[in-house]
């Protein structure tokens, strides 16, 4: 149960925001939010959909009412906003639906991952399956990464997003939507007065893990810091609200240090390729504590990401190699 880490937050003009962390995976929970602003309640993300994460859903709208007196209800629930298609915030969406009628909202780009997940994963094996070989993973293993990918999309339902939002739009007269992709092609932040939703585009202490654009389109450094500058660019913010992980006080000290961690890690990764180097042999190097093939698929795509940033901008040079691919600092 997790009644007893709800946080509240106060929203510009009496506005509640009631944070609900769902044990999303048995290694990682994730954060729902409930804003409440007169007659009006959103859901900000619904978890992943498993039995643990929808339970903690279910008691967090309860204790909402029950401990802190709100008049909330999964009926009188007016909206649900989908910050980004990961399995980890758009999973629960059936769950919920079942509850409530509200219209879900979603960013365009990430409309399939939402809608129906297993089938975007499903859709998106051979792109896996081809991403892996091009970052030099042996033939005998794409099968089994390729089904780590694939097994998250089995735990959901997904569920139908009446509304599409984009980057400028103003969501039911209350949430400025902030396109931001790089972490996921369809990930939005909402801002509401001085608070920023920021989903996993923003991390209190983690770099969020980037998905490259040889993986999926719309995705890769290039965007997410593109990204980072965009909401950096939006004055006053006084608190950031993640997907995972503590509220941040100071977002703006918190984008400089994600953009100088990458380009730490953009350096030590051109200095790596001296001598010509595949993307697994370079996570190999980066991460050398990976133990599961789940750490090394985020591995790959965190290297990934870097190295098509490097490689459009000139500072490494491709060379095929059979199905792979290694480079090395031009
Ligand atoms: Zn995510
Ligand atoms: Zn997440």
Do not use: K
Not at 18 to 47: E, N, W
Not at 203 to 212: F, I, S, Y
Not at 224 to 245: F, K, M, N, T
């Amino acid at each position: 149960m997790t009644d007893g880490a709800i946080q509240r937050f106060a929203g510009a003009g009496g506005a509640r925001i009631y944070q609900i962390p769902v044990r999303a995976f048995p290694s990682m929970s994730a954060h729902t939010y409930v804003v409440i602003d007169g007659g009006y309640a959103a859901l900000i993300d619904t978890g992943s959909g498993v039995a643990e994460s929808n339970t903690d859903l279910d008691s967090g709208m309860a204790a909402i009412r029950d401990q802190y007196g709100e008049q909330v209800s999964w009926e009188m629930l007016s909206r649900i906003i989908i910050t980004h298609g990961h399995i980890d915030h758009c999973g629960g969406l059936g769950h919920v639906r079942a509850r409530s009628a509200a219209p879900a909202a979603a960013h365009r780009l990430d409309l399939a991952a939402v809608r129906d997940h297993a089938a975007f994963m499903a859709a998106h094996l051979e792109a896996t399956a081809s991403f892996l070989r091009w970052t030099g993973v042996a033939e005998g293993q794409i099968g089994q990464l390729g089904r780590l990918f694939g097994a998250v999309g089995q735990i959901a339902p997904g569920g139908e997003v009446a509304t599409l939002i984009d980057d400028g739009d103003l969501l039911d007269g209350r949430f400025a939507v902030i396109h931001t992709p790089g972490h996921c092609a369809g990930m939005v932040c909402l801002r509401m007065g001085d608070v920023l939703f920021c989903a996993d585009h923003l991390l209190a202490t983690t770099n969020p893990r980037l998905t490259p654009a040889h993986l999926e389109p719309h995705n890769g450094l290039g965007l997410y810091l593109a990204s980072l500058d965009r909401v950096a660019a939006e004055p006053g913010i006084r608190l950031g609200l993640a997907g995972h992980e503590a509220p941040i006080g100071d977002i703006y000290a918190r984008i400089d240090a994600i953009r100088e961690s990458h380009m730490g890690r953009l350096a030590q990764i051109h200095e790596a390729c001296r001598a010509p180097r595949t993307i697994l042999d370079l996570a190999a190097q980066i991460y050398p504590e990976m133990r599961h093939p789940s750490q090394l698929l985020l591995a790959l795509q965190a290297v990934a990401a870097r190295v098509e940033y490097l490689e459009q901008r000139g500072a490494l040079a491709a060379s095929d190699t059979g199905a792979m691919t290694r480079y090395r600092a031009a």
